[in-house]
């Protein structure tokens, strides 16, 4: 086998190895772009529910003779992001209420990220809400 030979083989043999490793390479980053990506819309919409969290928390403490249960839905906050929230009773504790808020993403009509928080809040004191939540 001559020289030129040789060498053509070992630089396409090479060449497939550096084309493997590349295309490895941008399958990865492109899982990291998506990974990041929901990371940042699922961010979005905990703080979408965050806004609901506190929607639900003064529409509570100025509507204290409202008939329960009470649900909202937020018009769209651009971009196709929205929150709704809904508030409780709590049986047994008159001064209390139950919020369950969302807050999602939404892309072409369907849901690509939606956080949940839960809380019960005591409405006795209109100075001060006593609260604590759980996330979902």
């Known amino acids: 086998m001559r020289k030129e ?27 990291q772009i998506k990974t990041h990506s929901y990371q940042k819309l699922s961010l979005k919409s905990y703080y979408l529910a965050q806004a609901g969290i506190e929607h639900a928390k003064v529409w509570a403490e100025n509507n204290l003779s409202h008939s329960l249960p ?32 969302s807050g999602w993403k939404e892309e072409g009509g369907k849901v690509i990220a939606q956080r949940n928080i839960e809380l019960t809040v005591n409405i006795s004191s209109l100075k001060k809400i006593r609260w604590s939540w759980r996330q979902k």
Do not use: K
């Open 5 to 31: 030979t040789q060498a053509l083989i070992f630089v396409l043999f090479i060449l497939m190895i550096v084309g493997i490793l590349v295309g490895a390479l941008m399958v990865m980053w492109n899982s």
């Open 70 to 101: 009470y649900t909202y839905t937020s018009s769209d906050w651009g971009g196709s992001e929205y929150y709704s929230f809904r508030v409780e009773a709590v049986p047994h504790r008159p001064n209390q209420r139950h919020i369950i808020a």
